[in-house]
């Protein structure tokens, strides 16, 4: 079965960090980017960028640059999401998901069950 | 960054209606326009990618159109599971960009 699977909720302070996984089964974890989706509590998707699961280059949109950190691990086929100096306005629900479909790179055709991040004093 | 703006905001429909959104690009997003499903507390799904094909296991009842700056999104008969906020994408330029939903209710 094609998934993919997120760590837990995290409860942080603000200035803190947290790492979010997202491990993928079912499928060749390298053949297929991975992206970054962020939603705000009651709002709409935002997406945060990219990361080549082949050469595990990453691309981020304007702003999630600086605190944001898009990483791999090829061996438990796992990608994460690091982000730092948390912020009141980064709790949200934050998803990885798949661009699964050959030739249509923004067609997000697996998502995980997504991971909120709640940041607050 | 592109502007998706879709409308509705929100529908109410009833079971069996036939159902259509209408999502518009701040540019020409040629045709890599696609369409999410998100129901309450779930990721959210593919439906259709490039205007108007359906993703995997998506019924036929939902389908795509439009090119350029305007697209449009419908659901042939509306059934009880679709209730949904269902999201524009474009991913022409980067960053790609959602339109802000249309959350439909029965």
């Known amino acids: 079965q094609v998934q993919l699977v997120q760590s837990g909720s995290e409860l942080k302070k603000p200035g803190a960090s947290v790492k979010v996984s997202c491990e993928a089964s079912?499928?060749?974890?390298?053949?297929?980017?991975l992206n970054w989706v962020r939603q705000a509590p009651g709002q709409g998707l935002e997406w945060m960028g990219w990361?080549?699961?082949?050469?595990?280059?990453?691309t981020y949109a304007q702003g999630f640059r600086g605190r944001f950190v898009f990483s791999l691990d090829t061996s438990v086929r796992t990608a994460y999401l690091q982000m730092s100096n948390l912020k009141a306005d980064d709790t949200a629900v934050y998803y990885c998901?798949?661009?699964?479909?050959?030739?249509?790179?923004?067609?997000?055709?697996?998502w995980g069950q997504g991971t909120t991040v709640t940041v607050s004093s | 960054d592109i502007q998706m703006t879709q409308s509705p905001s929100s529908l109410s429909a009833s079971v069996g209606d036939r159902v259509t959104i209408t999502c518009q690009a701040s540019?020409?997003?040629?045709?890599?326009l696609n369409w999410f499903q998100q129901k309450p507390g779930k990721a959210p799904q593919l439906l259709i990618y490039?205007?108007?094909n359906l993703g995997k296991g998506v019924p036929s009842r939902f389908s795509g159109s439009g090119s350029g700056t305007h697209f449009t999104f419908t659901i042939s008969s509306l059934q009880p599971e679709d209730v949904a906020t269902y999201f524009c994408?474009?991913?022409?330029?980067?960053?790609?960009?959602f339109g802000q939903g249309t959350k439909l209710e029965i």
């Open positions: 540019q020409d997003v040629t045709n890599f």
């Open positions: 998901a798949r661009a699964g479909i050959m030739g249509a790179p923004g067609a997000f055709d697996i």
């Open positions: 994408q474009q991913y022409d330029y980067v960053p790609y960009t």
């Open positions: 990361i080549n699961t082949n050469t595990g280059n990453p």
């Open positions: 490039d205007v108007f």
């Open positions: 079912g499928y060749s974890f390298s053949d297929y980017a």
